[in-house]
């Protein structure tokens, strides 16, 4: 058997860029064992003095928009200009279609071979607080490894578009020039966390279809920021396949990061921590209630109860509640 590495042993390989010893830290972190967990805090520990200095940029969109290969010709774009990009993409549904560890291979064939470049899914098992978790922790580690462009990418649309907002510097949201005035689903909640849109597949820039959906999607978002004059949110014209429209984006993301200035940046990571303390902190609680057995039983059992309706959820709820209180009040 292959000898575990100690989070001594892995802390400088991590920090030398080493490709496995990141590998390996980012399995410990996505681990739920309580001696991998232990380790993974203490690397992590290590480590955080390196974190925080990459770009984390979050790429959304709904599936066929054209994420995998924006960020396939983006990334390269990025390593083009010297720096090193990390991947990890949020897929909540791989669980069920299967691991999307191959597929993220084939899905950016090029920057998956580059080797400033590391590409992996993030596990979808459990729950989306669990996600969002060990993406956190992952982001962290590629951090400490010397990547300055981190790409959280969403697969799944909706609920984890927002766990990443809450992860990221500035979010990019990727749709199509046929978006209509639905905006594709993209719910009000979506729209307010969106820093950069970028309608792809336009390969051809005149394309007067292409143009309408841009000035709609300038009103929509106008409407919405009526407020706000911290960051005007532009809309720009993409197609990744074709390679053409990426030095806007690049040139609006310098203008972000130049512009969002400091200060937003660093108001939003701290917005950030303290949601990542609280749902931190709600998960280890829950889990800790958990290591109860007569805990786990009364819950399985009122769910049998709601399931087939003797009881209602609300009163299950109260049920296993009062009982939880007067145990607390025992101790
Ligand atoms: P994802 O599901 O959002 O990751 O989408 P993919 O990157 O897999 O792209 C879905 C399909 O759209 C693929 O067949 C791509 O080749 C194609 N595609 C992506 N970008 C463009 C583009 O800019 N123009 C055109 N014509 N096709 C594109």
Known sequence: MK??????????????GERRALAKGISLVESSR???????????????????KARRIGVSGVPGVGKSTFIDVFGISV????????????????????????????????????????????????????????????????????????????????????????????????????????????????????????????DDPKDPAARRARQQLLTALHMLQANSDEWTVPVLLC?????????????????????????????????????WFNDLLKTEILEVLLEDAGLQAQWQTREQAVREGVISPHAAVEAIVEELREKLNRH
């Open 3 to 16: 000898r575990r590495l100690t989070p001594n042993e892995l802390a400088p390989a991590i920090r030398r």
């Open 34 to 52: 309580a001696q991998d967990r232990a380790d993974a805090h203490r690397l992590l520990d290590m480590l955080r003095g390196d974190g925080g």
């Open 79 to 202: 390593i083009e200009k010297g720096g090193k990009v990390a991947v990890l993409s949020i897929d909540p549904s791989s669980e069920r279609t299967g691991g999307s560890i191959l597929g993220d291979k084939t899905r950016m064939p090029v920057l998956a071979r580059h080797e400033n470049a590391f590409i992996r899914p993030t596990p979808s098992g459990g729950a989306l607080g669990g996600v969002a978790r060990t993406t956190r922790e992952s982001m962290l580690l590629c951090e400490a490894a010397g990547y300055d462009t981190i790409i959280i990418e969403t697969v799944g649309v909706g609920q984890s578009e927002v766990a990443a907002a809450r992860m990221v510097d500035c979010f990019l949201l990727l749709c199509l020039a046929n978006a209509g005035d639905e905006l594709q689903g993209i719910k009000r909640g979506i729209m307010e966390v969106i820093d950069i849109v970028i309608i792809n597949k336009v």
């Open 239 to 275: 197609s990744a396949l074709r390679r053409q429209g990426l030095d806007a984006v690049h040139e609006q993301l310098d203008n972000f990061f130049a512009q969002a200035r400091r200060g937003l940046i660093d108001a939003r990571r701290r917005v950030q921590a303290t949601q």
